[in-house]
T-cell receptor, first 112, second 111 residues
Framework: KAGVTQTPRYLIKTRGQQVTLSCSPISGHRSVSWYQQTPGQGLQFLFEYFSETQRNKGNFPGRFSGRQFSNSRSEMNVSTLELGDSALYLC???????????FGDGTRLSIL | LAKTTQPISMDSYEGQEVNITCSHNNIATNDYITWYQQFPSQGPRFIIQGYKTKVTNEVASLFIPADRKSSTLSLPRVSLSDTAVYYCLVGVYSSASKIIFGSGTRLSIRP
């Protein structure tokens, strides 16, 4: 079974731009969550989607948004990029219920 | 929300058994305990999950005492490739926002 796939793996943007990151979950998984990982703040929860609906949202500004498609694939968008948005963005999927999440290897976003 | 406390770092040698203990005094009745391993520039990798007593799989064992206020991840006969950060999480996966990653334990294995 293929794992969680995130594209692109690396991305360089400048301040003020916007970016879209993509995540393909493990086949059959309906829950997709996004996390931001930085050296200073560690792993922080962004939001979770289940069956195309946002189920939970972390404490991030409205510049961070996401969506999930009918095939469970998910995208995350960050608008008006700031230097502090430089991070590893991780996507995780699970079947739902009490099953653990499985992570992709992330997208490394660098803001210049 | 259940907070976890782990040692910041641990050192060991190849071939040794390593035990990493996690404290979670405020664990709720419905919470599960899950451990992840993370290498640099990769996503966390699921190791093991349990609710109570002992769970064992092909790579690790998880010991959970009756009061569930702590748990111990046991890695048998570690190798250099086990050098990584290990995260202990407690929570209910039906609500991902309630899963909190702590700072993790940086495990270094020496030859």
């Amino acid at each position: 079974k293929a794992g969680v796939t995130q594209t692109p793996r690396y991305l360089i943007k400048t301040r003020g731009q916007q970016v879209t990151l993509s995540c393909s979950p493990i086949s059959g998984h309906r829950s997709v969550s996004w996390y931001q990982q930085t050296p200073g703040q560690g792993l922080q929860f962004l939001f979770e989607y289940f069956s195309e609906t946002q189920r939970n949202k972390g404490n991030f500004p409205g510049r961070f948004s996401g969506r999930q498609f009918s095939n469970s694939r998910s995208e995350m968008n960050v608008s008006t990029l700031e230097l502090g948005d430089s991070a590893l963005y991780l996507c995780a999927s699970s079947p739902g219920g009490e099953q653990p999440q499985h992570f992709g290897d992330g997208t490394r976003l660098s803001i210049l | 929300l259940a907070k976890t406390t782990q040692p910041i770092s641990m050192d060991s040698y190849e071939g040794q058994e390593v035990n990493i203990t996690c404290s979670h005094n405020n664990i709720a009745t419905n919470d599960y305990i899950t451990w992840y391993q993370q290498f640099p520039s990769q996503g966390p990798r699921f190791i093991i999950q349990g609710y109570k007593t002992k769970v064992t799989n092909e790579v690790a064992s998880l010991f959970i005492p009756a009061d569930r206020k702590s748990s111990t991840l046991s890695l048998p006969r570690v190798s250099l490739s086990d050098t990584a950060v290990y995260y202990c999480l407690v929570g209910v996966y039906s609500s991902a926002s309630k899963i909190i990653f702590g700072s993790g334990t940086r495990l270094s294995i020496r030859p």
